[in-house]
């Protein structure tokens, strides 16, 4: 494969279910070794978009390439793809070490270098000592690893993962990113991750492509997608977003003065606004608010006062409600148990950075 062509193109790519269009005209190319995760609610053709990768669906309109070849219809245990499901698929009357080699013996690879590979690929999870328990005798993240054994084991060229961290707890599921992630770039192989968890997506992914109602509606890496949310559900459905739709009312040079219905007014930078928009709906995330006891020189310096306070361990989530009647939602460090804290009916003041101010509809 020349290293300017994908791993994984998709052209066009559309697929119904009756008069529901599950994916919508989606173009889009994976290069080789990249980790890339379909990010979005249930029900947005994340799903979807995955099978049709794995060839569990055929698209209607449009083409599926792996590695230049036109696998739209080929079915897949004909693509160089493999897959680990939410629910793991163990077999449950195999021993870790047969269940890993399932997918060689159906290949028919010879008994000693599958012998080689199977103790490989539980190296690279960690598992070499529990090679000969069953499933049931293992924790829900040592079955995973299985899983994610038993799918690398045939040496596939891409590895698709739907959901595969959904059913462990918090802190194990934190540990499964990490080392998930640590894995994928060992090995090289271009991973396809899908989930609903934006956190998920931010901690492990090279880039990140947020679907909507079966469209992409932004690709591109974690720092792209959380700081430059190009769309209104791109900003809302990645981490926490104050929305504030507004009138611009002036332009000068590089910024713009837009007004909020409450009458409060911003300065905004200018570049991303069109010269002949009227109006904005602007994004700024809750941590970007800074919050002072006495106003500080600057554009967008206004008074508030703390209608809600909630003790979140590491920050304090305040809701604030400006003079002119804006509510805003503001996170806040605690960096120590000692520190004087902002509490509900304090008056403060509010500074929005001007490179904080994030447009994300023009009209």
Known sequence: MSSSQPMIELRGVTKRFGGFTAVNDVSLTVKAGEFLTLLGP?????TTLLRLLAGFEMPDEGLVLLDGEDVSHVPPYRRSVNQVFQSYALFPHLTVRENVGFGLRMQQVPTAEAADRI????????LVEQADKYPHQMSGGQRQRVA???????RP???LLDEPLSALDAKLRHGMQLELKRLQRKLGMTFVF????QEEALTMSDRIAVINKGRIEQLGNASEIYHRPRTAFAADFIGQANLLESTVISRNG??????LATGLELVIA???LPDTATSALVSIRPEKIHISRTPVTAENVFPARIDEEIFQGATDSLQLVTDQ?????????NESATQEAFHEGDKVYCNLHLDDLVIVQAE
């Open 42 to 46: 249930s029900g947005c053709g994340k």
């Open 325 to 333: 009647g804006t509510r805003l939602h503001a996170l806040v460090a």
């Open 148 to 154: 994610l054994a038993r799918a690398i084991v045939p």
């Open 270 to 272: 200018r570049a991303e």
């Open 254 to 259: 590089t910024t713009a003065r837009i007004r």
């Open 119 to 126: 103790v490989e690929a539980l190296r690279m999870v960690s």
């Open 157 to 159: 060229k891409v590895l």
């Open 194 to 197: 899908v989930t609903h968890d």
